[in-house]
């Protein structure tokens, strides 16, 4: 399920860039900026399923390490548990064989000297030995071997790989690459720069069907579609000033632009009345040629 989602996201946030360049090389703003929305989604969502990732392969390497604590401190406390009153063997080797006169003597002074040890073993049970347990434990739990059952292929290694790195490495460096490449590249292509027009053309003319969804009426259409083409007339690099805009009939409109234009102004003509909308009207350029010289 997590493959399919990430696959879905990637593919989506491919898409998403591809059309940006396309639209962007169209001058076709509006789609540009939503397909950028569109790619920052797929983005957000992609990198919230990697950071959603690791925190759950955080969380089992804690909840494992936890679990190796516990087993290492188990095995520091078990010789205490098993073994409870071995503590003070020397006690139990007592050997009566002669009844001599301090003998009374020796066995108060080993009481007391018991007394006396076994107090100071109850102070250092309670005040160092766990203490120093748990931080042996801390020490010792990467070094415990992993449970029986346990696939040592699925294990994280202990070392970094050298050849994963320069994988890393190498395809951080491709990727800057290519984003360069394609940030220069789409700069190139949307550059305007001067160009000489044709001489031996007077005109540009533009042929545009006027697409409507719901808009009743004739005389509403022809004033969507003259709203449409006078917005376009300020995207080309030179001024459009002598433009006129006549209905063929049937949602088919003409116009004559003047002087001619270049093939990038045409470009940015095209993009911008095909990209264009207005109260649910927008244009389909149908055809763009150039009126030469009689």
Known sequence: MKRLAHLFAGAAGLGAGSYVVIYLYRWQWQRAIMCGVLLLVAE?????????????????????????HADVLARLEQPRAQHPAARFRWLDDVRVERTHVFV?????????LSGLARLVQKIAQSTVRPAADRRAAGRLAILAAPPLGTDLDTLPPTRPDRRQT???????IAGTTALTALVLGLGELTETRPEKHPSDTVATSVVVRLATRGVVGDEYRALLADEIWNRCRH???????ETTLG????????????PALTDHDRMRLRGCLEDTATDRAYFKVVGMDQTKKS
């Open 166 to 172: 320069r994988h890393r490495v190498t395809g951080f």
């Open 44 to 68: 957000v969502l992609l990198l919230g399923l990697i950071v959603l990732g690791r925190l759950s392969r955080i969380e089992q390497r804690i909840s494992e390490g936890d679990r190796r």
């Open 104 to 112: 009374p003597v020796l066995m108060a002074a080993g009481a007391v």
């Open 247 to 258: 209905s063929l009939g049937d949602g088919l409109y003409a116009g004559a632009v003047r």
């Open 235 to 241: 995207s080309t690099a030179v001024p459009l000033y």
